[in-house]
């Protein structure tokens, strides 16, 4: 549980704009998944150690100052985002938003309950991801598929 401020292992990225923190054992894919989506244009906020502060029912996440701008790959080393990608591809804090844990068998992040973050556990491509955060957003703006697909059946005599 998180009170004010806190910490937990894994990666955190803005895709969209949208804060997604990449959950995982060691070795689940969370670095493959990240250079992925910052290959597409995405940034990085944080890896291996995310600091979370909580600010009224906000989650923020960042990197601690030794760490900002470097991501740990397994197969690759400790790599520079800013300069392998560029100055645009770090981002220093983010509001969290969406969870992706990459362990299927495990969906408990620690994080409070109370914050309402959607999780998603099967193992995501970048481009599920990306959806996943284009959903979100239509969300945010009171637009549900699923409620909208009932309402066309229903006026086609379907349901």
């Known amino acids: ?11 955190l990225l803005a895709v969209f704009g ?12 969370k670095s493959s998944l990240a250079l992925s989506l910052l290959d597409r244009g995405h940034k990085l906020v944080a890896d291996d150690l995310v600091l979370l502060d909580k600010k009224k029912s906000a ?3 960042y990197a ?6 470097f991501l740990h790959s397994r197969d690759l080393g ?3 985002i800013a300069k392998l990608f560029s100055d ?11 969870i992706i844990n990459l362990d299927i068998d495990d969906s408990d992040t620690g994080i409070s ?8 556990t099967s193992p995501p491509s970048p481009v599920m991801v990306e959806v996943a955060i284009k ?3 239509l969300q945010k703006k009171g637009y549900n598929a699923a409620t909208e697909f009932k309402n066309m059946l229903r006026q086609t005599d379907h349901i």
Do not use: C, R
């Not at 645009?88 to 969406?98: D, G, M, R, S, V």
């Open 113 to 120: 309950n109370n914050i309402n973050l959607p999780l998603i």
């Open 88 to 98: 645009n591809a770090i981002q220093e804090k983010t509001e969290i938003h969406l």
């Open 64 to 69: 601690p100052k030794a760490g900002f701008g």
């Open 1 to 11: 549980m998180i009170n004010q401020q806190g910490s937990i292992h894994g990666t």
């Open 18 to 29: 949208v804060g997604v923190l990449l959950t995982g054992k060691p070795s689940s894919g």
């Open 135 to 137: 959903n979100y957003l």
């Open 78 to 80: 400790m790599l520079d």
């Open 59 to 61: 989650l923020f996440g």
